[in-house]
């Protein structure tokens, strides 16, 4: 690591005045105001009553909101931040109750998340509760819950089994019927007597029919390939779902433009016949292409289906018939959909997108059958997550802003947008809202940023600076305030940064979403290359270019995928990049893609395997020099805690300054709010001293 000669008396004394000059330009809140503010998320609407429900989570503690009118209140009356999430709203079909899940998913040991490390564990258990509050009462261990059309009967998973269970007091949970496999996607029939489902077996998957009158189950055109997303037609006789052809050879975090053909399926339950009603042209599109909803496939109004498409290389909504004829393109552009949910009569969609704005979201409606797309939403935030409301047809939605946290909201029909909840105090006065950059990577690449400068910053003064990345890496970031709860924390700790003298880039690198097909499947990225870290040193060198940045002091900071890009440019730029925060990082993509895909032997796919090496910071770590702070869960899920305790081996080895906040029993996203605030002030902390005064610089380097 380069070192840093003595500084004279005089240069002593005018630092520290360039220091002075940057501490008094300070806001004098803190990390924990910015992470006060409640995050809403799981917003569903009752099938009657104009009622709508959500989850907030107020420093970690997570209740249940429920507005009918203007303003909404809690329903639920949780008090710890125990690290136990809320998730899976149902609405019973009068309205006069609301179920849940309580409790986090296990992984595969069986393990529920138990943050606290409390001495009796952890359950995953679906509750019910009345929509006016009150106390709730547990139904069962279990998730993914499902309501029977009149109310009497909820369907849900155990342990992979579908169970039933009814409503009243005393009922007892039994599992429906038997299967091999593992049970997903639950859905009713609307008459009731028929229940679908998909049943997962590793290499394959099938729709399955139960069917209550008879006690027998049935499976749709069985194949070797993938099928999911079962949706209900009409009077219950039909049953549209997906099948994804199985590519076994397929490994994560690699550039993937094509496949084999997907395709949209019609089944007749009563007589077993299934036709295709829409298959995926080869090349662009080909691939599958998700967006957020409760479903991939939605049934519409007079017999026509909607569903996700990439086919001119950015996620749109298209709609055909069941006969598959008319297949037509609802959301033209060079932009992306992404929140997406259906009008309660199932004539049009009502979805989220960066059109016209490519670095924020807004809402939109448009017809199934197709034409000119109705904007609904504007301004510089974002909003997202849009559903209508019965019986009055209003659309309630999240929202955001540069400096204001997201929140709840009811659109009026000019389009302004109604807070459903009294905003809690928060300083975004002292805030100022990012800028939007676009910047060359060291290749060329044209690259999106936020760029965050303190409110009273003046471009002849010298900041020590910061690069961000995101996580995923199909994530973008924006300019206002995220719609997950994961990097609404990194935005505000962004914002805090900024406030506190740092100028912070965000940086939207390849790989990510929002800017098209060819972006997030870049040639050569993660595993198979890592072009990313040409974005990486982009960044470094604008920033570096600026009159307004101190040269000598960039850090960098990321979790996940960020934790990768900070860890990588710190192995092979450390000469730049003066000290980096780790967020459980990736550091070997061989373990991290076995993770994903246990069958993977690197051994067995020798090529591959060296190019993934090649592409991680452990490749490179005897080029790692500057100092690094790790954080990391031991309970993580997604990135396994081995990735840090073996870099740590390594830069010790090295005589690499590092240091380490571990959580015990902490998963990949922190769910106990003290560890967000542990993990946040740890970060602070450590710019400061590497990157504000020298002294432990210059120990680490």
Request: with cysteine; proline share 5%; charged share 20%.
């Amino acid at each position: 690591m380069k070192t840093r000669p003595i500084l004279s008396y005089c240069l002593f004394w005018a630092y520290m005045l360039c220091l002075w000059n940057i501490s008094s330009a300070q806001s004098n809140f803190s990390i924990d105001q910015m992470l006060s503010a409640p995050f809403p998320s799981g917003l569903i609407a009752a099938p009657i009553g104009n009622q709508v429900a959500w989850v907030s989570n107020k420093e970690g503690v997570r209740n249940i909101w429920i507005a009918q009118g203007a303003q909404g209140k809690a329903i639920t009356n949780y008090r710890e931040d125990d690290g136990q999430g809320i998730n899976s709203l149902t609405f019973t079909p009068d309205a006069q109750h609301i179920i849940y899940v309580h409790g986090g998913a296990p992984n595969r040991k069986g393990e529920i998340p138990n943050p606290t490390s409390d001495a009796d564990g952890a359950k995953q258990a679906i509750w019910i509760i009345s929509a006016k509050g009150g106390t709730a009462r547990m139904l069962s261990e279990g998730s993914a819950p499902s309501i029977s059309p009149d109310g009497k009967t909820l369907a849900f998973l155990k342990r992979g089994k579908v169970w039933t269970i009814g409503l009243e007091e005393e009922a007892k949970a039994k599992q429906l019927f038997s299967i091999r496999g593992r049970a997903s996607h639950l859905s009713w029939a609307a008459d009731g007597q028929r229940l679908a489902f998909v049943s997962n077996r590793g290499t394959h998957s099938y729709v399955g029919i139960y069917h209550f009158a008879t006690d027998q189950l049935n499976y749709l055109n069985p194949s070797v390939d993938r099928d999911h997303n079962p949706v209900w037609g009409p009077y219950s006789k039909r049953v549209a779902f997906m099948r994804m052809p199985n590519e076994g050879q397929i490994l994560p975090f690699s550039a993937r433009r094509s496949g084999l053909p997907w395709s949209v399926m019609v089944a007749d339950v009563e007589t077993g016949k299934v036709n295709t009603v829409w298959k995926a042209k080869e090349g662009k599109g080909s691939v599958f292409r998700a967006i957020s909803a409760h479903s991939q496939l939605f049934w519409g109004a007079n017999d026509r289906l909607v569903f996700p498409w990439e086919r001119d290389g950015w996620t749109h909504l298209y709609s055909v018939n069941t006969s598959g004829t008319q297949v037509r393109l609802l959301t033209p552009g060079e932009f992306e959909v992404q929140f997406v949910s259906m009008s309660t009569d199932g004539t049009s969609m009502l979805y989220s997108s960066n059109q016209n704005d490519i670095d924020r979201q807004h809402i939109w409606r448009v017809d199934i059958k197709g034409g000119k797309a109705e904007q609904l939403t504007h301004g510089v935030g974002a909003e997202w997550a849009p559903i209508e409301v019965a019986p009055n047809g209003s659309i309630v939605c999240l929202a955001s802003g540069p400096v204001t946290p997201a929140h709840v909201v009811r659109l009026s029909p000019s389009g302004k947008m109604k807070p459903l909840v009294k905003a809690n105090p928060f300083p975004s006065e002292q805030l100022r809202a990012p800028e939007q950059v676009i910047f060359a990577a060291a290749d060329g690449m044209e690259i999106h940023g936020q760029l965050f400068l303190p409110k009273n910053h003046r471009s002849s003064q010298k900041h020590p600076a910061l690069l961000f990345f995101h996580g995923g890496s199909r994530r973008q970031m924006l300019l206002s305030y995220h719609h997950r709860g994961y990097y609404h924390n990194a935005y505000a700790l962004n914002q805090y940064l900024a406030s506190q003298g740092y100028i912070v880039l965000s940086i939207n690198y390849r790989s990510g979403i929002g800017y098209g097909m060819e972006f997030r499947e870049a040639l050569n990225y993660g595993a198979q290359g890592a072009s990313e870290y040409n974005d990486v040193i982009g960044a470094g060198l604008y920033l570096q270019s600026r009159d307004d940045v101190d040269a000598d002091r960039i850090g960098l900071w990321g979790g996940s995928y960020g934790g990768y890009l900070t860890a990588l440019g710190l192995a092979k730029a450390s000469d730049l990049f003066a000290a980096g925060v780790d967020i459980h990082g990736v550091h070997d993509w061989n373990v991290v893609i076995r993770n994903f895909v246990p069958s993977y032997q690197p051994a067995k796919r020798a090529k591959f395997a060296q190019l993934a090496f090649d592409s991680s910071p452990m490749a490179f770590v005897d080029g790692w020099r500057s100092p690094v702070l790790l954080i990391h869960g031991d309970d993580d899920r997604n990135v396994p805690f081995s990735e840090t305790v073996d870099i740590v081996e390594a830069l010790r080895r090295r005589n690499v300054y590092v240091e380490q906040l571990i959580f015990p029993d902490e998963v990949h996203g922190f769910l106990l709010h003290k560890n967000w605030l542990a993990a946040y002030r740890a970060t602070e902390d450590f710019f400061d001293r590497m990157l504000k005064s020298d002294g432990v610089m210059v120990k680490g380097r």
